[in-house]
């Protein structure tokens, strides 16, 4: 019994997750979701597994990235290359993807990842960059004019990349190596001082988050037909960097809200392309303003019950609270 109360949120997620996913496969079957509302909701999937990945790197362990598009980039075309040019499967496809991310995460997280704060930035910054300019020059995958991608995303898909991906980051967090990220986060100095090895699981950190994004590339890659280096650039990791700043840093719940908010928000808004970004602007502003942590600040959802349900505890039979 005690063991099936500590589960019970958990198992409760699943059916309500699983129960969604069966919602919105027959809406896409019978047709009832048309092409936009389709395309809206999967591309809204991806900025969630973006937000997640990167949270993941920023609210969790505080590293300062703002390259998360290079390792999308990296993802989309490893997938890209693998179903169009080697003729494999999606699911190679996918696989390769997060593969080739992690690498790249790898790659520039053991080396950049002993900087901090503004030196860190700068150096994932430039990483983005110069996968995008890469991309640019390189004639096997398009050069600028990009590579043409097969539509193979599908909505089974995109639940499982997305269900796996929260699951994973979410299990990884409250874990004891999630416990040590946070106290990285809170003070590097003093976690190093108690004996964890604060560089192992920065970069393990930063080579999670970079898989996951490398997952979402390969789904972006195989919904959007095309994809071209101009889709990656740094505007696309501070896009990335505002569902998790206004979600609330050291938020799961926070990023995954911020995520489809803000999608929902700028999908919205494309049919007035002039006043677009000045709205979409003023209610990040407006969002910021009165609440400057973030919209969950540091909770998650699962706190905000267990809230309630302390609050409605500790009643005696005289029908007083005997919580203080």
């Excluded at 300019?133 to 004019?145: E, R």
């Excluded at 995303?153 to 040590?180: D, E, K, Q, Y």
Aim: aromatic content about 12%; some cysteine.
């Amino acid at each position: 019994m005690a063991t099936w109360k500590r589960t019970s949120g958990f198992w409760v997620s699943v059916i309500l997750a699983f129960s969604f996913f069966v919602v919105v496969e027959w809406l896409i079957a019978s047709g009832t979701l048309n092409i936009f509302y389709v395309n809206t909701l999967f591309f809204m999937a991806i900025n969630v597994i973006l937000a997640v990945s990167l949270h993941l790197i920023i609210g969790i362990t505080g590293q300062f990235s703002i390259g998360h598009a290079g390792f999308f980039a990296v993802g989309a075309y490893a997938s890209a290359i693998m179903t169009m040019k080697l003729q494999l499967p999606f699911a190679a496809g996918v696989l390769a993807a997060g593969v080739a991310a992690a690498l790249a995460g790898l790659i520039i997280g053991v080396p950049s990842l002993r900087l901090k704060g503004d030196y860190l930035a700068i150096a994932t910054l430039g990483f983005g960059e110069i996968v995008r300019i890469a991309l640019l020059n390189i004639d096997y995958v398009g050069g600028a004019s990009g590579m043409t991608v097969t539509h193979m995303t599908t909505w089974p898909w995109v639940f499982a990349c997305l269900f796996a991906t929260i699951l994973v980051i979410a299990n990884f967090t409250n874990s004891t190596h999630g416990r040590a990220c946070i106290s990285i986060r809170e003070d590097e100095i003093a976690a190093d001082a108690m004996g964890i090895n604060t560089t192992y699981y920065k970069v393990a950190a930063f080579v999670i988050g970079s898989f996951f994004a490398g997952i979402a590339g390969a789904l972006y890659a195989h919904h959007f037909y095309i994809i071209q280096p101009s889709n990656f650039g740094f505007l696309k990791s501070f896009d990335i960097l505002i569902f998790v700043v206004l979600g609330g840093l050291g938020s799961l719940s926070g990023a995954v809200v911020a995520a489809v908010l803000l999608t929902i928000v700028s999908t919205f808004l494309q049919n007035y392309p002039e006043t677009r970004m000045i709205i979409y602007s003023i209610v990040l502003i407006l969002v910021m303003l009165y609440r400057p942590t973030g919209l969950m600040g540091t909770k998650e959802l699962s706190s905000l019950f267990k809230w309630r349900k302390a609050a409605q505890g500790g009643m005696n039979h005289g029908g007083k609270n005997t919580v203080a």
